[in-house]
């Protein structure tokens, strides 16, 4: 069977002169980078670089918006922003982005949202359609990467915004499909050579398996290294290098 999927990572996380992430070797690796837009992370010396490191290196490029929280790192639960708050600072963001990118020679061709607000989403229909009209807004050719079966995915389609499915390979996951929050034990995966083989057999089964043991029927178009763990360019070239060896084929969604 042959198989096609993108390997993305969070990056350009980074923000003035505190380092985040081996970006650099990262993009050797992976073929697409989620840039932080400046509000959880990142500013715009940072996005440029990443951005074009990414062009230089070949990888795609997409916008990683999320809440105005540098201090938490955007993994905080922010409540009180209405829904039409939120869809201006994902457009905000994405714009951003757009700008910066255009300056390094490269284009955005994809949102991830990020951490607590990418969670929330899940769970709040009216902030899942947030999200979706921004993407939409700004410009109608981007996709907008979800977790498969969640809200935001089913608030895209609502919308009409293409998606691309995002599978974890670094984190565990709960029945309904949601991550495991990152308070409980062993919700971040640090064995590379481990998480590599339940990614392969995630792609291969089209499925994943939870905490609890039961079997989550899922479709992936992309999988997701985080760029913040130390272990993070260690677990993406194991990733790739297992994915490799077995006749899968890495390449960016956004270009397929």
Same mark, same amino acid.
């Given at each position: 069977?042959?198989?096609?999927?993108?390997?993305?990572?969070?990056?350009?996380?980074?923000?003035?002169?505190?380092?985040?992430?081996? $970006?650099?070797?990262?993009? $050797?690796?992976?073929?697409? *980078?989620?840039?932080?837009? !400046?509000?959880?992370?990142? &500013?715009?010396?940072?996005? @440029?670089?990443?951005?074009?490191?990414? %062009?230089?290196?070949?990888? *795609?490029?997409?916008?990683? +918006?999320?809440?105005? &929280?540098?201090? !938490? @790192? !955007?993994?905080?639960?922010?409540?009180?922003?209405?829904?039409?708050?939120?869809?201006?600072?994902?457009?905000?963001?994405?714009?951003?982005?757009?700008?910066?990118?255009?300056?390094?020679?490269?284009?955005?061709?994809?949102?991830?949202?990020?951490? /607590?607000?990418?969670?929330? /989403?899940?769970?709040?229909?009216?902030?899942?359609?947030?999200?979706? #009209? /921004?993407?939409?807004?700004? $410009?109608?050719?981007?996709?907008?990467?979800?977790?498969?079966?969640?809200?935001?995915?089913?608030?895209?389609?609502?919308?009409?915004? #293409?998606?691309?499915?995002? @599978?974890?390979? &670094?984190?565990?996951?709960?029945?309904?499909?949601?991550?495991?929050?990152?308070? %409980? +034990?062993?919700?971040?995966?640090?064995?590379? $050579?481990?998480? *590599?083989?339940?990614?392969?057999? /995630?792609?291969? &089964?089209?499925?994943?398996?939870?905490?609890?043991? %039961?079997?989550? +029927?899922?479709?992936?178009?992309?999988?997701?290294?985080?760029?913040?763990?130390?272990?993070?360019?260690?677990?993406?070239?194991?990733?790739?290098?297992?994915?490799?060896?077995?006749?899968?084929?890495?390449?960016?969604?956004? #270009?397929?």
């Amino acid at each position: 069977m042959s198989i096609t999927v993108d390997l993305n990572c969070d990056m350009g996380e980074a923000f003035g002169p505190w380092p985040m992430g081996d $970006d650099e070797a990262m993009l $050797d690796i992976v073929s697409s *980078a989620n840039i932080a837009c !400046g509000f959880h992370a990142g &500013d715009p010396s940072i996005m @440029f670089q990443t951005a074009e490191t990414a %062009k230089r290196k070949g990888v *795609a490029i997409g916008a990683h +918006p999320g809440f105005n &929280d540098l201090q !938490g @790192f !955007g993994r905080r639960v922010i409540r009180g922003d209405s829904p039409a708050e939120i869809e201006r600072m994902i457009a905000y963001q994405i714009g951003a982005m757009q700008a910066v990118a255009a300056l390094a020679g490269h284009h955005v061709t994809y949102v991830k949202v990020h951490g /607590a607000l990418n969670n929330m /989403a899940n769970e709040d229909e009216d902030l899942a359609l947030a999200i979706a #009209r /921004a993407v939409k807004g700004v $410009d109608a050719s981007l996709v907008n990467v979800c977790m498969p079966g969640l809200l935001m995915e089913k608030a895209s389609h609502q919308v009409g915004v #293409r998606v691309a499915r995002e @599978f974890f390979a &670094d984190r565990t996951y709960e029945e309904n499909g949601t991550l495991s929050s990152r308070k %409980k +034990p062993g919700s971040v995966l640090h064995d590379a $050579d481990a998480a *590599a083989e339940r990614v392969l057999r /995630a792609l291969q &089964d089209k499925a994943v398996t939870t905490l609890s043991g %039961k079997r989550i +029927p899922i479709e992936i178009d992309t999988i997701c290294v985080h760029g913040d763990e130390a272990s993070a360019v260690a677990m993406a070239r194991t990733v790739r290098a297992k994915l490799e060896a077995n006749g899968v084929s890495i390449a960016p969604f956004s #270009r397929r």
